[in-house]
């Protein structure tokens, strides 16, 4: 068992920057792999970032130079530090974690408008 807890998103300016964070407790050990997922209005769910348990990240091609993932085992967190924001970034953007099963956190608004 995986509880994972988002935090971080908010409303932006288009150009600015957001850092989202996932904490995860319970079998931090038997986690594979982490991503982030985005859903905007209207559309499917959608991959926006994967990191290994090995280090190697995966990203959607519009957010390739502006999104990053990362993770810091000592406090079990992946962060996915978003630069110059666009509109159509807009979405709840969600932590899953990968052992025997997905796990899902319950989502963070993320919200960019001028």
């Known amino acids: 068992q995986v509880q994972l807890v988002e935090s971080g998103g908010g409303l932006v300016q288009p150009g600015e920057s957001l850092r989202l964070s996932c904490a995860a407790s319970g079998n931090v050990i038997g986690i594979y792999a982490m991503g982030w997922y985005r859903q905007a209005p209207g559309k499917e769910r959608e991959l926006v970032a994967t990191?290994?348990?090995?280090?190697?990240?995966n990203y959607l091609d519009s957010v390739k130079g502006r999104f990053t993932i990362s993770r810091d085992n000592a406090k079990n967190t992946v962060y996915l530090q978003m630069n110059s924001l666009k509109p159509e970034d807009t979405a709840v953007y969600y932590c899953?974690?990968?052992?025997?099963?997905?796990?899902w956190g319950q989502g963070t608004q993320v919200t960019v408008s001028s």
């Open positions: 990191i290994t348990s090995s280090g190697n990240t």
């Open positions: 899953r974690a990968t052992l025997n099963r997905y796990y």
